[in-house]
T-cell receptor, first 114, second 110 residues
Framework: DTEVTQTPKHLVMGMTNKKSLKCEQHMGHRAMYWYKQKAKKPPELMFVYSYEKLSINESVPSRFSPECPNSSLLNLHLHALQPEDSALYLC?????????????FGQGTRLTVV | GQQLNQSPQSMFIQEGEDVSMNCTSSSIFNTWLWYKQDPGEGPVLLIALYKAGELTSNGRLTAQFGITRKDSFLNISASIPSDVGIYFCAGADSNYQLIWGAGTKLIIKP
């Protein structure tokens, strides 16, 4: 199994809603990442988890809350988002334990905030 | 901060043509990665390069890690319709943070 699986594929949420994005990998990778990608732009790093501990937070607003329940799972909890948060949210995993190289991406969650 | 200059921004090509794109930086990188992204999908890793001067192939794709460690190129030979998409380079710096290029959009002429 060489996949990173993200659910849901699409999500529409209101600005007062609470929702969660989920990510799972079974490649034995100990680094997992959340990226945000706007149209026609490269991915922007949000968070890095290394050995289930948050190692990098790229100054992401607190309305985004990551969680890593175990080495295979990564969640992104969303609350009180703004329309400008609409984007493709990508999860990735990597072989490096603490560092951000050679990331393998899921297919993403297309998020629309209304 | 560090930046990668990826060119060209877009390319119109005929099926069967060879394609070349490159990334340059003012800083040294330890790793170069090339990704392809289709619409609505996540980036897919095509080739990873770890040593200066390294030349690596993956089917019709060939990429090289520049000898100065400040550039990399990706070549696609005999392009086919499924090659369309956006190609991103990404370099890992001494802190192993990934710096991304802006992408090269490949379009097949009808």
């Amino acid at each position: 199994d060489t996949e990173v699986t993200q659910t849901p594929k699409h999500l529409v949420m209101g600005m007062t809603n609470k929702k969660s994005l989920k990510c799972e990998q079974h490649m034995g990778h100990r680094a997992m990442y959340w990226y945000k990608q706007k149209a026609k732009k490269p991915p922007e790093l949000m968070f890095v988890y290394s050995y289930e501990k948050l190692s990098i937070n790229e100054s992401v607003p607190s309305r985004f809350s990551p969680e890593c329940p175990n080495s295979s799972l990564l969640n992104l909890h969303l609350h009180a988002l703004q329309p400008e948060d609409s984007a493709l949210y990508l999860c990735a995993s990597g072989r490096q334990g603490t560092l951000n190289t050679e990331a393998f991406f899921g297919q993403g969650t297309r998020l629309t905030v209304v | 901060g560090q930046q990668l200059n990826q060119s060209p921004q877009s390319m119109f090509i005929q099926e069967g043509e060879d394609v070349s794109m490159n990334c340059t930086s003012s800083s040294i990188f330890n790793t170069w990665l090339w990704y392809k992204q289709d619409p609505g999908e996540g980036p897919v890793l095509l080739i990873a390069l770890y040593k200066a001067g390294e030349l690596t192939s993956n089917g019709r794709l060939t990429a090289q890690f520049g000898i100065t460690r400040k550039d990399s190129f990706l070549n696609i030979s005999a392009s086919i319709p499924s090659d369309v998409g956006i190609y991103f380079c990404a370099g890992a710096d001494s802190n192993y943070q990934l710096i991304w290029g802006a992408g090269t959009k490949l379009i097949i002429k009808p």
